[in-house]
């Protein structure tokens, strides 16, 4: 009976916090999460914004008094895990909306996304005719040579904050 109790406390002891010492446990476990986070840091980010490349990024400009404008960009995902594109916005205008196109009954629509996929070892990709972030009501005139900021939330990666071109058309 007694050789019992011994072996369940060292069990205790070696891997859940005791009930004599609760504290002892809980600093045990906090200590193993610090290992497994250094672990990750000193690996080179198992999961990282470096996984995330940005490129092809631009916004279309506007005519004086337009209220709209749509911004472009491709993100690939070089990382072993998916990510998700879960919110967008920028200082050039109120509200920023990720929409995609749809073709329905002959028409071509608009509809707002709340999540875009990013695969990984894929890409999302935010073009002309296809996906793209809608600024919705413009605080500036988007003009050739300036260059506005979309910051992007991301699931995993958090934000990001990406510089966009104005252009006529899109880049090769
Ligand atoms: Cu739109």
Known sequence: MGVKWVVVANRDRTTFPSAEHPAAGRKRIMLSMFALISLILVSGSI?????????????????PGAPNGAAYFEITNRGQLADRLVGVASDAAERAEMHT?????????????????????????FEPGGNHVMLINLRQVLK??????????????GTVQIDLPVQREAPE
């Open 47 to 63: 999961y990282g914004q470096d996984d995330l490349i940005f490129t092809k990024a631009w916004v279309r400009d506007t005519p």
């Open 101 to 125: 196109h749809l073709h329905q009954d002959g028409m071509m629509q608009m509809r707002q996304v709340e999540v875009i996929e990013i695969p990984a070892g894929g890409q999302a990709r």
């Open 144 to 157: 050739q040579g300036d260059t506005i900021t979309l910051q992007l939330k991301l699931d995993k990666a």
